[in-house]
C-alpha cells in the first residue's frame, strides 16, 4: 500500500527558497500522478502544484506560477517541490497527494487524490 511522506519545512525569510519533498514507500510511485496542496489557518485547502505519472505535464496555481517548480524522480520514488521567491502568503502546511493515473492526467484538485501524506510545516517569516 502506497504511502507518502513530506520533509522539508521549515521557518525561511522572506525571498528565500526551499525544496520539499515527498517520498513514496509501499509502492512505486511510476504509476501515479501527484499533487502538492497547502492549506494555511484558516484557509480551505489548496492545490499548488501537480504532475504528471510521465513526468511531462504539470500544472500550477496562479499564486505560484513562475516561482515553485515541480519534479519527480520515479528512481528514487521521490517529487520535489522547489520554491523560490517565497512570501508570507505562502506559509502552510504543505501536503503532498497521489492519484493512480497513466499519461499526462494531473490534477490540482484535491478531491482527486486518494493517497496523502501527513503535511509538513512552511512558514515564511522575517
Known amino acids: 500500500q502506497l504511502q507518502l511522506v513530506e520533509s522539508g519545512g521549515r521557518l525561511v525569510q522572506p525571498g528565500g527558497s526551499l525544496r520539499l519533498f515527498c517520498s513514496a514507500s509501499?509502492?512505486?510511485?511510476?504509476?501515479?500522478?501527484i499533487g502538492w496542496f497547502r492549506q494555511a489557518p484558516g484557509k480551505e485547502r489548496e492545490g499548488v502544484a501537480c504532475?504528471?505519472?510521465?513526468?511531462?505535464?504539470?500544472n500550477y496555481a496562479d499564486s505560484v506560477k513562475g516561482r515553485f517548480t515541480i519534479s519527480r524522480d520515479n528512481a528514487a520514488n521521490t517529487v520535489t517541490l522547489l520554491m523560490n521567491s517565497l512570501k508570507p502568503e505562502d506559509t502552510a502546511v504543505y501536503y503532498c497527494?497521489?492519484?493512480?493515473?497513466?499519461?499526462?492526467?494531473?490534477?490540482?484538485?484535491?478531491?482527486?487524490?486518494?493517497?496523502w501524506g501527513q503535511g509538513t510545516q512552511v512558514t515564511v517569516s522575517s
Open positions: 497527494a497521489a492519484e493512480p493515473a497513466a499519461g499526462s492526467w494531473n490534477s490540482l484538485v484535491d478531491y482527486d487524490h486518494t493517497t
Open positions: 509501499g509502492s512505486t510511485l511510476d504509476y501515479y500522478a
Open positions: 504532475i504528471s505519472s510521465d513526468g511531462r505535464t504539470t
